[in-house]
């Protein structure tokens, strides 16, 4: 009907305005009702999972509160015989609360929310035994005293096992078939403690793999910073997480993918709210006296300060081996949470919103001898991203008391593409980036760079410059690229909107090389078409001859 109906109609509010009519709404709501009728039955509409179709940003809300304004609307339509009953994740309902501002008029008085504390897991635990196990007592404590061992009898006994867990039915079920599953292993009818122990141990180890393989693709390196925290306190400073995440930083074995990614976050701390955006770190609230988890993928709303006290994710405890206390009687049910790990956008948005300041912050540069030392510093930060996969150890001005003072320094690991390229056919093993803070470059910066290219700095370097237009120009830079091209050295101009480019595909993570394509285009430019004293512009016009 869509496809057929809406031939012609551009305008998406003319659509929006002519679905109802095209659709035949009225006549389909009709039938509807007359079929609901005659059924002598009442009809109960359960919508769910919406959480897994749409992501807590704004497109993604907007849509599951259509969804929720529609369900009502057919409810109503309907009659008295249909209900129509919308499951929402906790995460997606706060969202909507925020994002509706007829929230509270329109929605509000239909919720009903859901809350388990240990009375309401206890009675449900019971219930599934009654059916599992074929108990027939009445009362819910001999029905769990008639699993389990003396020390887990009781109400008592039952939250000791809960503590294994975060106070929620599918975390409390897990944790109760896994138990029961090992006990049967061991041939035994009745639960003990060593059965939830291990049970939670299997529990947490998968949720924690789950942890690294639904994040990896948004947030790179999420496996390597979370694993060095294992073997350490559950409780720690924000300072002694920054230790920990520095260490990471400085790993020589931290694969190029990741390097770059926690590069682009920012300082060590900025990598603290991403674990915290995706629930692997909780902050102390100390007016509530309660740890605050994100669930929704958002980073916390206040600034983190250096006495912060922050905490690792309970459920992430067993497969860390962390040194712990169990957590205090209903500090758990504080931790409002969800079983399952879902993917959000707000690792990739921390990425790109990174990346759009640095890159925002080159327009307030100022040209010249006044903006020069924030431009070296500028061009630095972003070579230590765009190039972390094969540069290493990025260094300013590292021999700043010597006579020739190099700028930017790089040691180049050859390892693949377009640094390999350069360290097998130049010998480029130090890597120079000469930094200019204006816009025209000439036969002195190339004289000096050239300078600069003996023993382990081979015959390749950089110039980087605020020239808007990325190519040589004739009675400039080609004649000075052309001298000692034809000296056996290769001195290639980048230009600052070059490397702010490279920055902008960096916004997709898989877009890792971008910066190493980006130069390799470069070398062959400057190669097939600088070296024979063409411009682009020459070239251009030569092709358009030819034709």
């Not at 009654?130 to 007592?137: D, I, L, N, Q, T």
């Not at 377009?418 to 056919?425: A, E, L, S």
């Not at 394509?517 to 097939?528: E, G, K, T």
Request: a negative charge.
């Amino acid at each position: 009907m869509l496809r057929e109906r809406l031939q012609g109609i551009k305008d998406p509010e003319d659509r929006i305005a002519d679905l109802s009519s095209l659709l035949q709404l009225n006549r389909i709501t009709e039938e509807v009702v007359k079929l609901t009728e005659s059924l002598k039955q009442d009809l109960i509409i359960l919508i769910d999972r919406l959480d897994e179709g749409y992501e807590p940003d704004t497109v993604g809300i907007g849509i599951v509160d259509g969804i929720l304004y529609g369900t009502d609307e057919v409810r109503s339509a309907l009659g008295d015989h249909v209900r129509a009953i919308v499951f929402l994740r906790d995460n997606i309902f706060r969202a909507v609360q925020v994002e509706d501002k007829d929230f509270s008029r329109n929605l509000e008085s239909q919720v009903l929310r859901l809350h388990w504390d240990p009375e309401e897991l206890f009675y449900m635990v019971c219930k599934r035994i009654r059916a599992a196990f074929k108990v027939e007592r009445e009362s819910d404590i001999k029905v769990w005293n008639a699993i389990t061992a003396n020390e887990l009898h009781g109400r008592e006994g039952f939250k000791k096992c809960l503590r294994l867990t975060l106070y929620r039915p599918r975390d409390v079920i897990a944790l109760l078939n896994a138990a029961i599953e090992h006990a049967r292993r061991q041939r035994r009818e009745t639960l003990i403690e060593e059965d939830f122990d291990e049970s939670s141990k299997h529990i947490s180890v998968t949720r924690f793999d789950d942890l690294g393989k639904e994040y990896e693709t948004v947030f790179p390196g999420i496996k390597q910073v979370t694993v060095s925290f294992a073997n350490g306190p559950a409780q720690f400073s924000l300072q002694d997480g920054i230790k920990t995440i520095r260490k990471v930083l400085d790993d020589p074995d931290l694969d190029g993918k990741a390097l770059q990614h926690l590069r682009i976050l920012g300082a060590e701390e900025d990598v603290v709210k991403a674990l915290y955006g995706v629930g692997f770190l909780g902050i102390q609230d100390r007016q509530s006296s309660s740890w605050v988890f994100s669930h929704d993928g958002k980073r916390p709303d206040k600034v983190t300060s250096s006495d912060d006290v922050l905490m690792i994710h309970p459920c992430y405890w067993n497969a860390l081996n962390l040194q712990r206390d169990e957590l205090e009687p209903g500090a758990a049910e504080q931790i409002f949470d969800e079983y399952e790990i879902t993917i959000h956008s707000q690792s990739a948005e921390q990425r790109a919103t990174s990346l759009g300041r640095l890159i925002s912050e080159l327009t307030a540069i100022p040209l010249g001898t006044e903006g020069a030392a924030q431009f070296e510093d500028w061009c630095k930060r972003v070579v230590e991203i765009a190039f972390a996969k094969e540069l290493t150890n990025v260094q300013l001005h590292p021999n700043q008391s010597a006579v020739q003072r190099r700028d930017i320094v790089a040691t180049n690991q050859g390892i693949d593409g377009f640094w390999k390229r350069i360290r097998d056919d130049y010998q480029t093993r130090q890597v120079i980036f000469e930094v200019k803070n204006f816009e025209e470059v000439g036969i002195e910066e190339y004289r000096q760079v050239n300078g600069y290219l003996t023993r382990e700095y081979g015959n390749m370097g950089f110039i980087v410059c605020r020239d808007k237009q990325a190519g040589l120009m004739k009675g400039r830079e080609l004649e000075a690229f052309r001298e000692f091209y034809f000296q056996g050295k290769v001195i290639l101009k980048i230009t600052a909107t070059t490397l702010t480019s490279v920055l902008s595909k960096l916004r997709n993570p898989s877009k890792i090389d971008a910066g190493d394509i980006a130069l390799d285009h470069q070398l062959d430019v400057h190669i097939r078409l600088y070296s024979t004293g063409q411009t682009e512009a020459s070239a251009s016009k030569k092709r358009g001859r030819q034709k």
